[in-house]
């Protein structure tokens, strides 16, 4: 049986996605940068005589970090969104945080990132299943700037699964 390979002729664009989260709808306006995790796992070793030897299927999957950069809105809209989030997550104020976090969007949210092909069509979806956020970075704001470009901040997810569809 042959193996039927298509070479395609154009390069990943990394300018061509689109990146939603229903939970959050600010921050998926406002994204500028994505990445796919990446995977690990260690081998296993075997001891013999002479050396060691690794084998492969033993470990547990890492999955790397999902992270993005978002450009602030003046509302502060999207970063109120991660705020509260994590702020649900880890030491509310009251129980009135904790309660719409769970009763409401709950605890983790589903991810979309779709990547476009050169002609702007959806060639590929990465989905995020199970994430929620781990870190959300500093918002700095200098009046030394001399472009300006909006202000930024990077917000890192913690993610337990994810599947390609090509």
Known sequence: MALNTTIR?????????????????????????VNIPG????PS???????TVYIAGHGKLD??????????DENMSNYLEIYNWMLGLTFPH???????????????????????S??????????????????MSDINMSV??????PATFDISFQVNSFSINA
């Open 118 to 135: 050169n002609s702007k069509n959806p060639n590929v979806s990465v989905t995020l299943k199970d994430i929620f956020p781990v870190a």
């Open 63 to 72: 999955i790397g970090t999902f992270t993005i950069t978002a450009a602030v």
């Open 94 to 116: 009251d129980f009135t945080q904790y309660a719409n976090l769970v009763s409401g969007d709950g605890l983790y949210s589903d991810a979309t990132l779709h990547i476009m």
């Open 144 to 149: 030394n700037q001399a472009d300006t470009e």
């Open 39 to 42: 995977l690990s796992f260690p």
């Open 45 to 51: 070793e075997v001891q013999t005589p002479f050396k």
């Open 9 to 33: 002729q154009n390069y990943l664009t990394p300018t061509n996605f689109k990146f939603n989260i229903k939970r959050l709808p600010h921050v998926s306006f406002f994204c500028q940068n």
